[in-house]
């Protein structure tokens, strides 16, 4: 969607989708796609803003800095509502927008919902020794025991980034993740495909944290490499073995951050595991428009149910994470 002036420049603009399903989003309304077909409507297709496949935070309607830009997300906004309604779509789905945005589309008549997520916050640690002297003794004493039978004799764990990926590398990982896929989810949404052109557009955003035994890759991790930030994505294992899970997909992904000077990883939505594993909760934020009015007063009442379950559960949470008292950052 592109907001632009009478000359032709560019304003504003936002990435948009029109999707059939609900599949690879992380903000999950198949609850309501059912409600409302039940009830006689047509959920999809929906118009979805987003960055496809990956529940990364940012800003999702784009405009020019200045004193136009207000006007130009307005402007934005009305396109992408004329864009539902050309399109016969039910709803509009911003999702992962900052706090900003999702303020400014409540004013505009959004429904407004929250979630969370867990992230590892690097507060100066230069080592993964410096995160563990943050940690109360007893948590630091758990994390030392699982990363030491993670990785028995014979398990070996490799980074591999950039020119090094090779289509061995996502046979590898695309076995780990269609074998954990099927077993959680039911149906994975990722071809094999769409692997090869992750490592080809993005190879040095690219990291797989890969595990080995007796020569053989085990398990993987997927993460995506930001300016200050390491995000995972996906996890996949053709074997089982005690903490393996943990060490490939958090500990390493700390390490990684670590050794890479960046601030923070982002572990993505569920898994209060994680909080003893020094990922702390951060909330996270959508917006939803919907014009049916009945359907709409349905989905707002239970918004607001459940964005007082959330942040209830964040406070709860923030008081379990395993820091030294008084290590705990502002806010959390």
């Keep these: 969607m ?30 309501w796609a059912d409600a409302f077909e039940r009830a006689g409507g047509r959920y999809y297709p929906k118009v979805q803003v987003c960055v496809p496949f990956s529940p990364v935070p940012g800003r999702r309607l784009l405009a020019v800095p200045g004193a136009g830009a207000a006007a130009a997300r307005e402007a ?5 509502r004329a864009l539902r309604d050309k399109v016969k779509a039910s709803s509009i789905h ?19 919902r929250t979630n969370k997520q867990f992230h590892f916050l690097n507060k100066g640690y230069k080592t993964f020794e410096d995160f563990l002297g ?16 993670a990785l028995p004799e014979g398990i070996e764990i490799e980074w591999v980034t950039g020119k090094d990926l090779t289509e061995a590398h996502w046979d590898a ?9 099927s077993r959680k989810w039911g149906s994975p949404y990722l071809n094999r495909k769409f692997f090869t052109l992750l490592g080809a557009s993005l190879p040095d955003r690219t990291l797989l944290v890969m595990a080995k035994r007796g020569g053989r890759y085990i398990a993987g991790a997927l993460n995506l490499i930001g300016d200050d930030a390491l995000y995972g994505r996906n996890w996949g294992c053709i074997e089982e073995h005690p903490f393996l899970h943990f060490e490939v997909c958090y500990y390493q992904a700390i390490d990684f951050a670590l050794s890479r000077g960046l601030s923070r990883v982002e572990a993505g939505a569920q898994g209060e595991h994680k909080l003893l594993r020094g990922y702390e909760p951060m909330p996270t934020y959508s917006s939803h428009d919907i014009p049916n009015p009945g ?4 989905v707002e009442d239970f918004l607001r149910q459940e964005r007082r379950q959330m942040e209830a559960a964040i406070e709860a949470y923030a008081e379990h994470v395993p820091f030294r008292k008084g290590e705990v950052p502002e806010g959390n």
């Design 295 to 298: 359907f709409a007063r349905a």
């Design 134 to 149: 943050a940690l109360a003794s007893r948590k630091r004493k758990v994390i030392r025991r699982e990363r030491k039978e």
């Design 2 to 31: 592109l907001v632009e002036d009478g000359a032709g420049a560019l304003l504003a603009c936002a990435p948009a989708y029109l999707k059939s399903h609900s599949q690879g989003e992380y903000v999950f309304d198949h609850g």
């Design 76 to 80: 934005l906004v009305a396109g992408l």
């Design 173 to 181: 990982f695309y076995r780990f993740y269609v074998d954990t896929g």
């Design 94 to 112: 911003v999702t992962f927008e900052t706090e900003r945005e999702w303020e400014a589309l409540g004013a505009e008549g959004f429904l407004k």
